[in-house]
């Protein structure tokens, strides 16, 4: 598909939307409050706002992530899940086929939307593909939550890490570990994902830090873990004495260690990835991967229920939410316990 098609269909979509939003009833508070508040840790979310409001009637969310073929989005519904149990709420699940199908995943948002949630989570494909539907649900003034990825204006509010930081991360654990220098290499996630752009540009501004550390190769992995394979493969032939590999997700980074495996080392070329999800802890415990930045999707999707609560609950909740991330390595792996309900 063009991007001139798919820039008609996104138009055409904001239209009918539009249209079908303004027969929903308003709710006696805004969802989409101006607070005074540019963001807040999520740490601090009950010391600033009070506790969560229950809800004094039944409700009923819908989530539309971007697809649940990554390990990192089924913590994420799980996590939604999890929470909305908790409040007897019901969630309806939606999710794309793969990371790059914008458009149906702007049909399966507009679908939710029809159906009048009381909240609508989302999880985009870019920061730019549903925001027709977020246009027509807050003309609707139900609220919309980004979770993670794609941080998209007009949204009520959205959750998710400091990228740019989780890239600058990265750069000094292999800035740490080879304080002599050497060669790194990295996979970076899809063309046009904002979190792709923020780690490559935290990872890149990082290794100014480290000069004796030279950044040989940066290729795209799509967030694919064969594409990721295959390019560090490609990268491994050019510099066999390359002594790391970042990638932008770790499901690309579990490719790599394939790649690194296949071609050389892991005791030479240390491998760092980024989400957290179970299979790189698994393979940080052990001493495969070198390391995971860390993002605790199972959190955020708890975090996105907790949040579009508070703004119901009418809390001035501000426009980013800002989540918790760590490095995970085999020092410190056991402290972060995969969540019960995630399995």
Known sequence: MTLNTTTILLAASAASLI???????????????KAKLEKVESADLEKTFGAVPKPAKELRFAYVTKTL??????DVAAGVKNEAGKYNIKVDVQAAKDESSMIE???????????????????????????????????????????????TDGASSYIGTDQVAIGG???????????DGGKVAQIEGAAGSPNARARIKGFEDGLKKYPKLKLVASQPGNWDRL???????NILRQNPDLVGVYANNDGMALGVVEAVRKGSSLDKVAVVGTDGIREAKKSVGAKEMAATVAEFPFEEGQLGVQVALRLI?????????????????????AKFPDPVAAK
């Open 313 to 333: 609950g009418c809390q001035e909740v501000p426009v980013w939410v800002v989540s918790p991330q760590a490095v995970i390595t085999s020092d410190n792996v």
């Open 169 to 179: 991360k990265a750069a000094d654990y292999l800035g740490e570990r080879f304080k």
């Open 105 to 151: 995943q702007l049909n399966l948002a507009q679908t939710m939307l029809s159906q009048k949630p009381d909240a609508l989570l989302l999880s985009p494909q870019s920061d730019s593909n549903l925001a027709p539907v977020i246009k027509a649900a807050r003309a609707a003034n139900i609220p919309t939550i980004i979770i993670d990825d794609a941080k």
């Open 19 to 33: 249209a079908a939003g303004t027969t929903f009833a308003a709710e006696q508070c805004s969802a989409y409050p």
């Open 227 to 233: 594409v990721a394979l295959n390019a560090t493969s």
């Open 69 to 74: 073929i990554n390990e990192f989005w089924q």
